[in-house]
């Protein structure tokens, strides 16, 4: 059984006061445009300075309080919004929050997991996380072959526009109502799925043309052993570019880049060349990778990239019947039921819980569901303030897509979530058990998922996430039902930590990216109140543990 995780106390300042003291830019801020109105002044009295909050067009309080306490609630990882317009009782609504999370830590049991409160935490940019454009390499290919799997285009047996019921003729371009535009979108859509299939198509051919090609070869030079193996390419090559019309040179330029298709394909199987997307054109052509380590990479994530394949795009073997493969699948249910190792095997999600619980079994959720022991009240209901306003941005929440404006967290509106996670249950070192890793690279303030699970009360001595506000204190446990954040681990250096948000007057509990770069495993501080009287080794193996009773020194004795 993997620990569970709490909300309110990582890593706590001794003081509020000594926090707010120790980061409160207002003061600093007040101070500097102070010393630069006295400087101006002095030198040139005739010079009338702008206010320091001018280029806002706000009020001066507003313009420096809102930056800080924002920050301060959102842990200081997403990037500004646009707009800088705040509603006017969002400050004391965080205020009220962060007492409530303080609140919550008195009294705190073991196993209990708490939201991170630090208003500025230390961590590294990841590396890879960078703006400018870098050049194509192994890395790019496979980062290509993960979006492409966890995408929203579906690939398989590529169908044409008469058997879609949609022509582009009955589409009025000077009546653009929502149906007609809907309509457009829906075309745009079944070819892009249309363009993707047969790009994947063509390049399953051309890779078993090279296998098909190097066996008429062998087969020619058993015929007549007098030819040298160069006489036997040269008699294939011969009889291909009769049949194709095509050139010698022609044929050969394209059997280069085909040559390439076949190698990803061994390597990595079909499911790699299936999913590599346009740039393996480029990639094969200039053979970008090939010497930096792209068929041993490829090699060992073949298992994880079926696993996510079959699970996500079920029909994508059915491409294979044109060459004679097989389109059984050999992974079903649910992407999350998998758990990937490094020995490129995958075993079930029960088997790996048996020791524990013989009768283990999880049911993926998409949403919180509420216990019983609420009486059909949901204790995460916040009721101050307009419930359609973001205390975060300012900007209206909906449900609804063409009318939501707020963007802090998009993977929360219902209609926006077409595209799964990017991550996989894998295994672990150290005797961790199962664990969470990413597939693409998650940005930093992004959000990884929200922590869902069954909303309970009165669980003692089992992991669950605590939290609530006032008198309504909640517990969310992940034992039997859940989502992917259940299998996220404890490090003492987390790249990811927990964060409450409101959404449409409901508190979620949000893990948000520190900065996750592809194939690192996705861990959070499950804070200290979780370790308190936890008769538990930590075994996240970082040199800052404190919860790991083998590293602890022994002070040596005097001779």
């Not at 990882?77 to 705040?86: D, E, I």
């Not at 371009?173 to 075309?187: L, P, V």
């Not at 964060?499 to 592809?518: A, D, H, N, Q, Y």
Request: hydrophobic letters at 30%; charged letters at 20%; one cysteine or more.
């Amino acid at each position: 059984m993997l620990p569970f995780f709490s909300i309110e106390q990582c890593n706590t300042p001794t003081s509020i006061a000594e926090e707010q003291q120790r980061h409160d830019p207002q003061k600093t801020l007040e101070q500097g445009f102070q010393d630069t109105l006295d400087e101006e002044q002095n030198n040139s009295p005739d010079l009338l300075p702008s206010p320091p909050h001018s280029f806002r067009g706000e009020d001066a309080q507003a313009t420096v309080e809102a930056p800080a306490k924002r920050r301060r609630l959102v842990d200081g990882l997403r990037p500004p919004q646009t707009s800088s317009k705040r509603p006017i009782g969002s400050v004391s609504a965080r205020k009220q929050l962060l007492d409530d999370n303080i609140a919550l830590t008195h009294d705190s049991t073991p196993r209990q997991l708490q939201s991170d409160s630090r208003a500025l935490p230390q961590r590294r940019n990841a590396v890879a996380m960078r703006t400018w454009k870098t050049p194509r390499s192994a890395t790019t290919l496979i980062a290509s072959i993960w979006k492409n799997i966890y995408g929203s285009i579906r690939i398989g047996p590529p169908a044409t526009f008469e058997q879609c019921d949609i022509a582009l003729s009955t589409c009025d371009i000077n009546n653009m109502n929502r149906e007609t535009f809907s309509q457009i979108n829906t075309i745009c859509l079944k070819a892009s799925q249309l363009s993707t299939s047969a790009r994947a198509l063509e390049a399953i051919i051309q890779a078993h043309w090279m296998d098909c090609y190097y066996v008429r070869i062998k087969v020619i030079a058993a015929e007549n052993s007098r030819l040298s193996p160069t006489e036997a390419k040269m008699a294939g090559l011969g009889e291909a570019c009769s049949a194709l019309g095509w050139t010698h040179k022609e044929l050969r330029n394209r059997m280069t880049i085909w040559r390439g298709y076949k190698e990803i394909k061994d390597a990595g199987g079909w499911v790699s060349l299936v999913f590599a997307g346009s740039g393996i054109y480029s990639t094969c052509k200039y053979r970008i990778g090939f010497e930096d380590g792209l068929i041993q990479r490829l090699s060992k994530l073949q298992t994880c990239i079926e696993v996510a394949a079959d699970t996500l795009h079920p029909d994508w073997r059915r491409l294979l019947a044109i060459v004679g493969q097989s389109t059984q699948q050999r992974y079903t249910g649910h992407p999350h039921d998998w758990v990937v190792s490094a020995d490129k095997t995958a075993t079930s999600l029960a088997s790996t819980y048996q020791q524990w619980d013989p009768k283990f079994s999880f049911d993926h959720l998409e949403e919180c569901i509420i216990d019983s022991c609420w009486q059909d009240r949901d204790p995460r209901q916040v009721y101050s303030g307009d419930i359609y306003t973001c205390s975060e941005c300012g900007q209206q929440q909906s449900e609804y897509l063409q009318n939501n404006r707020c963007q802090c967290f998009p993977s929360l509106i219902p209609s926006a979530r077409p595209a799964p996670a990017p991550v996989q249950v894998g295994r672990c070192p150290r005797g961790k058990n199962n664990g969470l890793f990413a597939r693409c690279g998650i940005e930093r303030g992004a959000a990884v998922g929200e922590f869902v699970g069954l909303v309970t009360s009165g669980v003692e001595g089992m992991d669950v996430m605590l939290s609530g506000h006032g008198h309504d204190q909640y517990q969310i446990y992940q034992r039997r039902t859940g989502n992917y954040t259940r299998f996220i681990n404890h490090s003492c250096a987390p790249n990811s930590q927990f964060t409450k948000f409101v959404w449409l007057g409901i508190e979620r509990i949000m893990v948000v990216s520190k900065g996750i770069e592809p194939g690192m495993e996705i861990t959070v501080d499950y804070s200290s109140s979780y370790w308190t009287d936890l008769e538990k080794e930590c075994l996240c193996g970082e040199s800052c543990c404190p919860y790991n009773q083998s590293r602890t020194l022994s002070v040596p004795t005097q001779a």
